[in-house]
């Protein structure tokens, strides 16, 4: 089966609500055509700009089904996209032996099952006695989940705290970056949150 690959301009679709935040249908719609008009060579749906960390599944749902066919049901079990077609049965099959030599899924049908076992006499203990950890969680612009990550880690007994990096001046950046280093000697473990790095911005490079 060939790799189709996609090419040219392909914005993403920004997803406009009415006053009582339900799908405006009406201006989703033109806007739509509008791009489609321009020559654009796709559509992007469900992207940040689509607003879809906001969206429930049923939104999602009719966001899809508002905006394009994308296919139709046959009779044959197969999918098509331009001149490409590949039977389920083959995608089934190339999907179930991507990790089977690494997970495997089906036992031998013969054989002695080998068995493992290990009996521990001494037992290391760590080199740095502490009771109770702590952990230093920076909080870049676009990072998320830093109060749930502080949260989790300490109902799990460590000693959380966010550390803040301000990046508006260059100035910020090299203060931000000296107390770091020097909070980050007390600490025994760094964790890093969740989220978009450095806000999403295009001029990022880490």
Same mark, same amino acid.
Not at 75 to 81: D, G, T
Not at 97 to 101: M, R
């Given at each position: 089966m060939a790799t189709q690959k996609f090419? /040219?301009?392909? #914005? #993403?679709?920004?997803?406009?609500?009415?006053?009582?935040?339900?799908?405006? =249908?009406?201006? *989703?719609?033109?806007?739509?055509?509008?791009?489609?008009?321009?020559?654009?060579? +796709?559509? *992007? *749906?469900? /992207?940040s700009s689509g607003e879809v960390v906001f969206s429930t599944d049923e939104r999602r749902r009719q966001i899809?089904?508002?905006?394009?066919?994308?296919?139709?049901?046959?009779?044959?079990?197969?999918?098509?996209? +331009?001149?490409?077609?590949a039977s389920i049965e083959e995608l089934a099959a190339l999907n179930d032996?991507?990790?089977?030599?690494v997970y495997p899924t089906k036992t031998r049908d013969s054989g002695t099952v080998e068995s493992f076992s290990h009996e521990t006499k001494t037992? =290391?203990? #760590?080199?740095?006695?502490q009771a109770r950890p702590k952990a230093l969680i920076p909080v870049f612009p676009g990072t998320n989940c830093e109060y749930d990550t502080q949260r989790a880690l300490s109902e799990a007994g460590a000693d959380a705290e966010q550390f803040i990096v301000r990046?508006?001046?260059s100035a910020d950046v090299a203060d931000s970056v000296e107390r770091f280093a020097a909070t980050v000697r007390t600490a025994q473990m760094i964790v890093i949150p969740g989220g978009f790095s450095g806000g999403d911005a295009t001029n990022v490079s880490i």
């Open positions: 090419t /040219g301009v392909i #914005p #993403p679709v920004v997803v406009p609500d009415t006053e009582d935040h339900q799908l405006d =249908v009406a201006s *989703f719609e033109r806007s739509i055509n509008r791009m489609i008009d321009a020559g654009v060579d +796709g559509l *992007f *749906f469900l /992207g899809i089904s508002d905006a394009v066919r994308i296919g139709v049901t046959t009779a044959e079990k197969a999918i098509a996209l +331009g001149a490409d077609s032996a991507v990790l089977e030599a037992r =290391v203990a #760590p080199a740095v006695k990046n508006l001046t």
